[in-house]
């Protein structure tokens, strides 16, 4: 009987801590489900990323909320190809044409305005063509096409480079016979061109907010501003998790209510470089 009761004692302990066990397997499991969702991924222009906003942004929105926010930063056209394919879980870009399209297919939710700036046009302080101190960006274009003065394209798709190609259209400019000439494409983030066009001082299309960030600018300086053709919308969209299940809905809509909560929106009219400020928030509340 004492026997019996000796094996019958070890069976416990073993059941116990076999219990004991799975239930601390079950309880990490349940804490990296719980760790997985409050992670989201969102697909963005390089302006956002290079102009330093989302290291301003995302600090104060983890603080609150505890969901950590994975950045991919590419140009627009890229970002909403990265939220049709279900990669992202947000898309916060600048092309509203190009936004209403995604929304219209499908594709995302609703689309937020979040913020605003604008486009200058940088080139050379010689100035070749001489557009300095003018205000109307077609015209500029024109003269610098009539010139076959160096210009630096993105030529990535991105929200700038889609303003860009419309300002040519506007100027009547056919940029075919000028491409590898005086027109060079990048294919590449604001950044990186507006180190070409310093490099090889050339004109250049580029949103405020990476300017102002920007420290190699060589011989550049600001040559063309203030044209309302070159105002520049931020839009932020919810993939659509009815097309993507894996789309983080909870924590994707807690991200884009926080940007155009007076909360977020403030934390966009603080960020500033040198004292100026390079977004400008106008959710619509």
């Known amino acids: ?91 916060f870009v600048h092309d ?15 689309r937020f305005e979040v913020m605003y700036n604008d486009f200058v046009l940088a080139g050379p302080k010689s100035d070749p063509a001489k557009i300095a101190g003018g205000k109307d960006i077609v015209e500029a274009l024109r003269r610098i096409a009539a010139a076959g003065a160096p210009f630096a394209s993105r030529a990535d798709r991105s929200g700038t480079h889609a303003a860009e190609l419309r300002y040519w259209q506007g100027a009547g400019v056919d940029l075919a016979p000028g491409k590898g000439k005086w027109y060079k494409e990048t294919g590449s983030g604001m950044g990186p061109t507006l180190n070409t066009a310093a490099g090889m001082n050339a004109y250049v299309l580029t949103d405020r907010g990476t300017w102002l960030s920007f420290r190699n600018r060589g011989d550049l300086a600001i040559l063309v501003e203030g044209d309302k053709r ?30 155009i909560s007076p909360e977020g929106q403030a934390t966009i009219a603080d960020y500033k470089v040198n004292g100026e400020q390079l977004f400008f928030p106008n959710a619509a509340h």
Do not use: C
């Not at 044409?97 to 594709?107: D, L, M, P, T, V």
């Not at 520049?232 to 993507?244: E, R, S, T």
């Open 96 to 110: 509203a044409k190009a936004e209403e399209k995604f929304i219209a297919e499908g594709a995302g939710v609703k």
């Open 230 to 259: 070159l105002f520049n919308q931020y839009g932020v969209m919810l993939v659509n998790p009815g097309k993507h299940p894996q789309v983080k809905q909870e924590a994707g809509q807690k991200f884009i209510d926080w940007l």
């Open 1 to 91: 009987m004492a026997t019996d009761r000796r094996l019958t004692t070890r069976l416990e302990a073993r059941l116990g801590a076999l219990t004991g066990a799975m239930l601390l397997a079950v309880g990490l499991a349940a804490a990296g489900a719980a760790q997985a969702q409050t992670s989201i991924t969102v697909a963005s222009t390089t302006s956002t990323e290079q102009s330093g906003l989302f290291k301003h942004l995302l600090p104060a929105f983890e603080k609150k909320t505890g969901i950590q926010v994975k950045v991919v930063a590419v140009g627009t056209g890229q970002a909403l190809d990265i939220g049709r394919r279900g990669d992202a879980d947000v898309v």
